[in-house]
């Protein structure tokens, strides 16, 4: 299957489609977005998508284009079209087009755009390592914008030093992956970072806390030390796309280190240096078996959406 897209309130082909010139989400990031999963044709998690997509649009003004029915609608609608059953759905919604100044009229119609994918990767079989990194974003992280250059240098910069994902640190604390929450195991303790202004509360996170509950595994939801990082039984990253996936080990370069903790003072040169002492923090198994015991009860919730029967059958 090839990708479909929908803009502007039509299915279209994705090399179809024309943004106007002067679309807020293209010339400003103005917009926000959500992103899931769907198993044997049915989203996973869509209401509480939809609900974090209406709060993130109320966090910045922009008025809700649908109603979760008709979201609903329409993203089902996306995946019967694609004829994709394993897939993922990523849609958007920005301010919408206006000449080019910052100030916005309450006036402008949100542009809604959506793209269905065939999903590629297996469920939690790979592993994962994290190259830490300065988490200097903004402080309204939980507003799931568009605007995402800190997220994707951050990334960048671990796929160029062998790794998957970068472990983003901030104030000498973990708050979250680049696209992912992290999530660490002390003495059959799970760890992660509160839901606060510092991290995307991610849909997948806030499933696992469930899932560990069940469990009855010991959950704190507090910001992990980057000095404690050494001493961690397990790691794993979860998002709706890397759903529970162990980590095996974690970097660091050695001239980045200081900037873990504190904003340096002088501006860099790039934003993209050259890392040249990087050492590994951490290694460990990779599922441990607080990770592997999570991975197998998503994925038992995964194949019962899979198993659902169909609603036109009910
Ligand atoms: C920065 C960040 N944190 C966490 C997540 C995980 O969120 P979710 O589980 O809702 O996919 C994402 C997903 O895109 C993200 O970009």
């Given at each position: 299957?090839?990708?479909?897209?929908?803009?502007?309130?039509?299915?279209?082909?994705?090399?179809?489609?024309?943004?106007?010139?002067?679309?807020?989400?293209?010339?400003?990031?103005?917009?926000?977005?959500?992103?899931?999963?769907?198993?044997?044709?049915?989203?996973?998690?869509?209401?509480?998508?939809?609900?974090?997509?209406?709060?993130?649009?109320?966090?910045?003004?922009?008025?809700?284009?649908?109603?979760?029915?008709?979201?609903?609608?329409?993203?089902?609608?996306?995946?019967?079209?694609?004829?994709?059953?394993?897939?993922?759905?990523?849609?958007?919604?920005?301010?919408?087009?206006?000449?080019?100044?910052?100030?916005?009229?309450?006036?402008?119609?949100?542009?809604?755009?959506?793209?269905?994918?065939?999903?590629?990767?297996?469920?939690?079989?790979?592993?994962?390592?994290?190259?830490?990194?300065?988490?200097?974003?903004?402080?309204?992280?939980?507003?799931?914008?568009?605007?995402?250059?800190?997220?994707?240098?951050?990334?960048?910069?671990?796929?160029?030093?062998?790794?998957?994902?970068?472990?983003?640190?901030?104030?000498?604390r973990v708050?979250?992956?680049?696209?992912?929450?992290?999530w660490f195991?002390f003495?059959?303790t799970l760890y992660t970072a509160p839901a606060n202004?510092?991290?995307?509360?991610?849909?997948?996170?806030?499933?696992?806390?469930?899932?560990?509950?069940?469990?009855?595994?010991s959950v704190a939801e507090e910001p992990v030390d980057?000095?404690r990082?050494?001493?961690?039984?397990?790691?794993?990253?979860?998002?709706?796309?890397?759903?529970?996936?162990?980590?095996?080990?974690?970097?660091?370069?050695?001239?980045?280190?200081?900037?873990?903790?504190?904003?340096?003072?002088?501006?860099?040169?790039?934003?993209?240096?050259?890392?040249?002492?990087?050492?590994?923090?951490?290694?460990?198994?990779?599922?441990?078996?607080?990770?592997?015991?999570?991975?197998?009860?998503?994925?038992?919730?995964?194949?019962?959406?899979?198993?659902?029967?169909?609603?036109?059958?009910?």
């Amino acid at each position: 299957m090839t990708a479909l897209g929908f803009y502007n309130g039509q299915f279209v082909q994705l090399d179809s489609l024309q943004v106007p010139i002067e679309e807020r989400g293209h010339q400003f990031g103005d917009g926000v977005y959500e992103y899931v999963q769907i198993y044997g044709g049915r989203p996973f998690l869509l209401q509480a998508h939809l609900k974090r997509l209406e709060r993130s649009l109320v966090a910045i003004g922009i008025p809700n284009p649908y109603s979760a029915e008709e979201w609903t609608q329409l993203i089902n609608e996306a995946v019967r079209r694609s004829g994709e059953s394993e897939a993922a759905v990523y849609w958007q919604v920005t301010r919408g087009v206006a000449p080019r100044v910052h100030v916005f009229s309450n006036t402008l119609r949100p542009m809604v755009s959506l793209t269905v994918y065939p999903r590629v990767g297996q469920e939690s079989t790979h592993e994962m390592s994290l190259l830490a990194w300065p988490d200097e974003r903004w402080t309204h992280v939980w507003v799931k914008t568009i605007n995402l250059l800190p997220n994707i240098l951050a990334k960048e910069m671990a796929k160029r030093n062998g790794a998957n994902e970068a472990l983003l640190v901030r104030e000498g604390r973990v708050t979250e992956g680049g696209s992912s929450n992290v999530w660490f195991v002390f003495k059959q303790t799970l760890y992660t970072a509160p839901a606060n202004r510092y991290i995307l509360n991610g849909i997948t996170r806030q499933f696992v806390l469930k899932l560990a509950a069940q469990l009855n595994i010991s959950v704190a939801e507090e910001p992990v030390d980057w000095q404690r990082v050494p001493d961690a039984d397990e790691v794993f990253v979860t998002s709706s796309s890397a759903e529970v996936t162990g980590v095996s080990k974690i970097l660091v370069d050695r001239q980045v280190e200081g900037a873990l903790h504190s904003v340096p003072p002088g501006i860099p040169g790039t934003l993209l240096p050259e890392l040249k002492n990087i050492r590994t923090v951490w290694t460990g198994t990779c599922p441990g078996t607080v990770t592997q015991r999570l991975q197998q009860a998503f994925s038992e919730q995964l194949q019962q959406l899979r198993d659902a029967v169909p609603a036109e059958l009910l």
